[in-house]
């Protein structure tokens, strides 16, 4: 027998599509459809401004381009350093806020 | 002459994103500027549908950096914009969806094209609510026709002034700079004597006295007063210049001042940026009569508005629209408050900050931020906006607009406190820079902001005046309020000293950096260097008169 017979069928990218989309799409979905998204996403970072954590981000990507040499990084590399440190310092109020502001509307488009 | 700021200069586009320039050129970017969208606060994104979300073509997230190449407008995200180039040859350039900026998967990392940004910014001025007559993007539409060469005729005077006070000090090895030389204390006058000696060591104001600009014997026969403050400022400026080291009585220019300025004539203790902003007002009203010329300040030149006069910028923008108006407002100086929510660079590059350990530092460049800082306006303060019709909140943001070529920054130490309902001065210490780069608080790069940064220029940035500073005078403050006491420290070609009304001292530069800063004088960068340069020789000849010719020096 040949293998090729016996190949699993080829995973087709349309099928794939037919798979349950999963709650947190589905809110992320909602989100960008009303517009809220948006919104939540200025607010959030006005918010990131005025607690001071921009400014720490660009504090540590300035040190880490000393460091390296500015003709030796790249954004993925900048992006690779601060990922992890910036979401570990937002704010405790900034997070509760944007949580209660995102409960709020789910709750309302849930309606 | 320093053209621009010369920390930063503007990258070129890598060589992938020129090689596709040349096959493509201008195409990409032509049809993708129909898909920008402008956020109110400026962001500008692509958005090629307005409903559906964007996904990436290989894995169908929609999380994360989203990438659209130029050349076949397919969506990558970060993970997979690379397979894209593998599967398709050429397509090197895309564009962040964001943000909008250029990323070369070649180089995998983000390029610059002053091209793009250009298409960029004229989408994002075409869709500013009220088109062009909002904002001042009118580096478009400025002619550059007002470049003033403020330092013409300042400085070509040297030569003359040179001459004058040109003698050879042959007693003493190291000798005090010319112009070094206490002043006498005539009853609470110590804020009288601290900004004389600021002023006298102004390099535009000490070159147009010394290189006679205001001859007194002129100026009694054309305008016939017997009192002149600029006459009396002339005096001062011989005596001070004579090379006689015994302390000085400015009883004369006293005199005078109070002539003019009766309101503040009296022994109490005054404040010096008062008694500062009232000598130019004073200098300004004389010689606009002997101009005779009623032209606005900007373009006024007599010797304070020569030497002080800028120009800022002031944007009020509504929140709702992003419609914004702008207005300008000349100074003389900069009145900053202290900013108390600065941490210290140290703190934050080492360790995670903890609120316990955050210290307050205030510097300069953060009191400069936060009067550059866009500030909401309250809500009892809304503006009526010309685009919406009606009153809305709004923000305001200053910026400098035209820098001066001596510039002052005037701390200022007093608040009313409201529990006591008096007034009450900040003692909070201020760090400050000797040099000091001005670039980040110009118009031009605070507008740049508002457009994320791109690299265009503005057609009124004119590369003859320069936006780096040296300090070279300070004025301290230290006491209360009511009773205090105020010295100038002069930093002379590199060596500080300091001015104490009649005692007058060397210094270390430390002593200087921890004084309670209340006035600061900077200079732009080329002129202190050159009025550095002249103060080479001292002259100690008996004759107290400047304008007879002496010997030269050889």
Redesign the interface.
């Known amino acids: 027998m040949k293998h090729s017979v016996n190949r699993p069928p080829t995973p087709d990218a349309a099928e794939?599509?037919g798979k349950e989309p999963t709650l947190q799409e589905i809110i992320?979905?909602k989100l960008?459809?009303s517009g809220e998204k948006?919104r939540l996403m200025?607010l959030l970072?006005e918010r990131l401004i005025d607690c001071?954590w921009k400014?720490?981000m660009k504090?540590?990507c300035r040190?880490y381009i000393k460091k390296k040499g500015r003709n030796n990084v790249?954004?993925?590399d900048l992006?690779h350093l601060i990922t992890p440190?910036g979401r570990?310092?937002v704010p405790d109020n900034v997070k509760a806020d944007l949580l209660q502001r995102i409960r709020t509307f789910l709750m309302s488009a849930a309606l | 002459m320093c053209a621009g700021n010369s920390l930063y200069t503007n990258p070129k586009p890598c060589k992938h994103l020129a090689d596709c320039k040349l096959r493509h050129g201008f195409n990409g970017y032509d049809s993708l500027q129909n898909c920008l969208k402008t956020?109110?606060?400026g962001r500008a994104r692509v958005d090629k549908h307005n409903?559906k979300?964007p996904r990436c073509n290989f894995c169908?997230g929609?999380q994360g950096?989203l990438y659209i190449c130029l050349i076949c407008s397919s969506i990558s995200c970060?993970s997979h914009i690379l397979l894209h180039t593998q599967f398709e040859k050429g397509h090197e350039v895309a564009v962040d969806l964001e943000r909008s900026e250029l990323?070369c998967c070649l180089?995998?990392?983000?390029v610059y094209d002053p091209d793009f940004d250009k298409v960029v910014v004229s989408k994002q001025v075409k869709d500013l609510p009220g088109g062009s007559k909002s904002n001042g993007f009118e580096g478009c539409c400025e002619r550059s026709s007002k470049r003033k060469r403020l330092n013409s005729g300042i400085g070509l005077d040297l030569k003359k002034s040179k001459l004058l006070i040109s003698m050879r000090d042959r007693r003493a090895k190291s000798c005090y700079p010319l112009g070094l030389r206490g002043l006498n204390n005539l009853g609470s006058t110590c804020f009288m004597n601290s900004v004389l000696q600021a002023l006298l060591h102004a390099p535009p104001l000490r070159n147009y006295f010394l290189s006679d600009r205001h001859n007194s014997v002129q100026c009694r026969k054309r305008s016939g007063e017997k009192v002149c403050l600029l006459c009396d400022i002339d005096a001062l400026y011989s005596a001070m210049f004579s090379g006689d080291r015994t302390p000085y009585s400015p009883a004369h220019f006293l005199y005078s001042w109070w002539h003019h300025s009766s309101n503040l004539a009296s022994y109490e203790e005054q404040d010096a940026h008062e008694f500062f902003i009232s000598v130019l007002d004073v200098i300004h009203e004389k010689e606009s009569k002997m101009l005779s010329s009623s032209k606005d300040d900007g373009d006024c030149q007599c010797i304070a508005h020569r030497a002080f006069y800028g120009l800022l910028r002031s944007d009020v923008t509504c929140i709702s629209c992003g419609f914004s108006s702008t207005t300008y407002d000349p100074c003389v100086d900069i009145s900053l408050n202290l900013d108390m929510?600065n941490?210290s660079?140290s703190d934050?590059?080492n360790k995670?900050?903890k609120p316990d350990e955050k210290t307050v530092v205030s510097t300069v460049s953060g009191c400069l931020n936060l009067f550059t800082r866009a500030e909401k306006l309250g809500s009892d303060q809304k503006l009526h906006c010309q685009n919406c019709q009606e009153l809305r909140d709004s923000s305001k943001q200053l910026s400098i607009r035209r820098l001066p070529l001596v510039l002052c920054l005037h701390i200022k130490r007093v608040e009313h406190s409201l529990v006591r309902k008096m007034l009450r001065k900040i003692d909070q210490y201020l760090q400050f820079p000797f040099s000091l780069d001005m670039t980040p608080y110009l118009s031009s790069s605070i507008t740049r902001n508002k457009f994320g940064n791109r690299i265009f220029s503005f057609e009124y940035e004119n590369s003859d005046s320069c936006a780096e500073y040296e300090i070279f005078s300070v004025i301290a403050h230290s006491g209360m309020l009511e009773s205090g006491h105020y010295v100038t420290y002069l930093r002379l070609k590199n060596q500080w000293y300091k001015c104490d009304d009649a005692w007058v001292s060397e210094v270390n530069e430390g002593i200087v950096r921890a004084s309670q800063c209340y006035m600061l004088f900077y200079v732009q960068k080329p002129l202190f260097y050159k009025a550095n340069e002249d103060m080479r020789c001292v002259r100690t000849s008996p004759c107290r008169d400047l304008f007879s010719s002496t010997a030269g020096c050889s």
Do not use: F, H, M
Request: charged share 30%; proline share 7%.
């Open positions: 794939d599509q992320n979905i960008i459809e948006e200025e970072r001071g400014d720490e504090a540590i040190a790249t954004v993925d992006v440190k570990a310092s | 956020t109110p606060n409903t979300i169908n929609s950096r970060s990323y180089c995998r990392d983000q929510s941490l660079p934050v590059t995670p900050i």
